[in-house]
C-alpha cells in the first residue's frame, strides 16, 4: 500500500508566500513523475507543476514565474514553492505520484489567499 501526504496548506494574504509538501511511502515502486494539481470549487482539477525523476520540469501557465517545484529522490517527495500568491490560487493542492505501473493521489491540503 502506498501513502501520498500533503502539508503547508494554509490561509495567506495576497502577494504572501507558501511551501507546500509532498512525501510518499510504503510499497512504491519506480517513480516517474511527482507533481501537483489544483481545483477550486465549481472547476476542473489543473496541473500546477510536475518534475520527472531525472529533474525535468513543468508548469501550468498561470503558475510560471511565481512557483518553484523541486524534489527530493532519496526521500520521495516532492515540493512547491508558491510566491506572490493571488486569490485565484485558491484551491484544494493534490500531489500526484505516478510510477511505472501505478498513479496515486494525496488527499489534498487547501490553500486559501484572502486578506
Known amino acids: 500500500q502506498v501513502q501520498v501526504v500533503e502539508s503547508g496548506g494554509a490561509l495567506v494574504q495576497p502577494g504572501g508566500s507558501l511551501r507546500l509538501s509532498c512525501a510518499a511511502s510504503?510499497?512504491?515502486?519506480?517513480?516517474?513523475?511527482m507533481g501537483w494539481y489544483r481545483q477550486a470549487p465549481g472547476k476542473e482539477r489543473e496541473k500546477v507543476a510536475t518534475i520527472s525523476r531525472s529533474g525535468a520540469i513543468t508548469y501550468g501557465d498561470s503558475v510560471k514565474g511565481r512557483f518553484t517545484i523541486s524534489g527530493d529522490n532519496a526521500k520521495n517527495s516532492v515540493y512547491l514553492q508558491m510566491n506572490s500568491l493571488k486569490p485565484d490560487d485558491t484551491a484544494v493542492y493534490y500531489c500526484l505520484v505516478v510510477g511505472t505501473f501505478e498513479t496515486y493521489w494525496g488527499q489534498g491540503t487547501q490553500v486559501t489567499v484572502s486578506s
Open positions: 510504503g510499497r512504491v515502486r519506480s517513480i516517474v513523475v
